[in-house]
């Protein structure tokens, strides 16, 4: 293939050999052990768990749900998940029944909200040791077993057409449980303490894509390869 304009070509060739070069350096161990790629990506987890709170305002709402009773079937994989589960919402004063690989809850949902959202608290700020101390099994794992409490419990609401208990349960399930579950053992910080890091990392990825694109575009320029679009016809 012939080289119809050398000095496209060469803009090209030189921006992905550039491009390239740096993507090498990203990748290896650069800040503390970590490639570039590992450091960004903790960064932002860390930046996304700060704005990812909302257990207090969970807390809140879950007063409103006192009193309002429960009588619901949760579906286990087996009988080790539903005794961990059956010891978890007991301390709730909920009641308990197994039939095969279900249990039946019969409790208060503002009670049971109440301590789902405190182990979800307890895991979102990293204190496993409690969580562990208390329910004798992981922090996430007891987190999941809530989330499968109300998930059954969402649905049931939503059959029954109850809108106010089913967008509380869900909102648990979003705002408090998947957050702690996805972010445990993750240190949360604020945009604040490293926008000078975070503001040149999301600007470096925009000029690295733009520069990529154009790059390529130089190069087949410079090669005479050109894409064009189907012409439309009228019908």
């Known amino acids: 293939m012939l080289v119809v304009d050398r000095r496209k070509f060469w803009i090209g060739l030189i ?15 650069v800040v503390n052990g970590k490639t570039g790629l590992e450091y960004a990506y903790e960064l932002f987890n860390q930046l996304a768990k700060n704005s990812s709170y909302y257990i207090p305002d969970q807390a809140k709402n879950a007063k409103k749900f006192e009193g309002k009773a429960v009588d619901v079937w949760v579906k286990v994989k087996d009988a080790s998940e539903a005794e961990k589960l059956i010891y978890i919402v007991t301390a709730t004063g909920a009641k308990t029944k197994v039939d095969g690989k279900k249990v039946k809850i019969k409790g208060d949902l503002g009670l049971l909200a109440k301590a789902a959202l405190g182990v979800a608290d307890a895991l979102f700020k990293n204190q496993e040791e409690h969580i562990q101390a208390r329910h004798w099994v992981g922090g996430r794992e007891v987190v999941y077993y809530w989330w499968n409490i109300f998930k059954s419990l ?9 809108g106010s208990e089913a967008n509380f349960t869900e909102s648990v399930m979003t705002r408090a449980l998947e957050p702690a579950y996805n972010f445990a053992g993750i240190k949360a910080a604020k945009f604040t303490e490293h926008a000078g890091v975070a503001s040149f990392l999301l600007g470096f990825y925009v000029i690295y894509t733009i520069w990529y694109g154009f790059s390529i575009w130089y190069l087949f320029e410079g090669l005479g390869i050109e894409v064009k679009g189907g012409e439309k016809k009228e019908a």
């Open 154 to 162: 969402n649905e049931k609401y939503r059959r029954e057409k109850l």
């Open 15 to 29: 921006g992905l050999v550039t491009f390239f070069i740096i993507l090498a350096m990203f990748l290896s161990p």
